[in-house]
């Protein structure tokens, strides 16, 4: 069975520049969450998503969005980037209630 | 306010002795806790997990251990093996709503041959 997959898995942005990352959860997963990992920081929640509405939120910007589609794929966008939201960007996806995420590999962020 | 802290930023082990990973919670309204490993290039991938109201899990090499009255939790790996080495984030969710965890800084495990 296909795990989470996200794209793309690298990217360089300039300051001011807005970008878009992609989630496709695992087949029957209806929760996607988002993820910041940043170097001594470790995993800082970004946003949660089920059935298409934003049902938990971390202690992000508003420049921090995201949505959910009808077959569960997320989309998070960050605009106006910073230097500081360089940082790898990690998707969970996890059936309704379970406590165990299964994460995708990551979309690495560059911003210059 | 970090509610999850692993205190240890790096842990060195010579293979075949046992590695022992830390961590710390301050939420007293936590209860299920996991470990996740992850590798560079990599997303974390579960390893362990442990409810409340046990105090130890196994899983082979892989033994997680409850303190609740001291709201700690460790991760025993014996024997370490080179393919350990990797980051090590302890997370921690409470009941009800989404489970969404809250996880620590993580731990870097390097298991030298």
């Known amino acids: 069975k296909a795990g989470v997959t996200q794209t793309p898995r690298y990217l360089i942005k300039t300051r001011g520049q807005q970008v878009t990352l992609s989630c496709s959860p695992i087949?029957?997963?209806?929760?996607v969450s988002w993820y910041q990992q940043t170097p001594g920081q470790g995993l800082q929640f970004l946003f949660e998503?089920?059935?298409?509405?934003?049902?938990n939120k971390g202690n992000f910007p508003g420049r921090f969005s995201g949505r959910q589609f009808s077959n569960s794929r997320s989309e998070m966008n960050v605009s106006t980037l910073e230097l500081g939201d360089s940082a790898l960007y990690l998707c969970?996806?996890?059936?309704?209630?379970?406590?165990?995420?299964?994460f995708g590999a990551g979309s690495r962020l560059t911003v210059l | 306010d970090q509610q999850v802290k692993q205190n240890s930023p790096s842990l060195s082990v010579q293979e075949g002795r046992i590695s022992i990973l830390n961590c710390d919670y301050t939420n007293s309204m936590f209860d299920y806790f996991l470990w996740y490993k992850k590798y560079p290039a990599e997303g974390p991938t579960f390893l362990i997990s442990?409810?409340?109201?046990?105090d130890k899990n196994e899983d082979g090499r892989f033994t997680v251990f409850l303190n609740k009255s001291a709201k700690h939790l460790s991760l025993h790996i014996v024997p370490s093996q080179p393919g350990d080495s990797a980051v090590y984030f302890c997370?921690?969710?409470?009941?009800?709503?989404?489970?969404?965890?809250?996880f620590g800084r993580g731990t870097s495990l390097i298991v030298h041959p």
């Open positions: 442990i409810s409340s109201i046990k």
């Open positions: 997370a921690a969710s409470r009941p009800g709503g989404s489970y969404i965890p809250t």
């Open positions: 087949s029957g997963h209806r929760s």
């Open positions: 969970a996806s996890s059936h309704e209630g379970a406590n165990v995420l299964t």
């Open positions: 998503y089920f059935s298409e509405t934003q049902r």
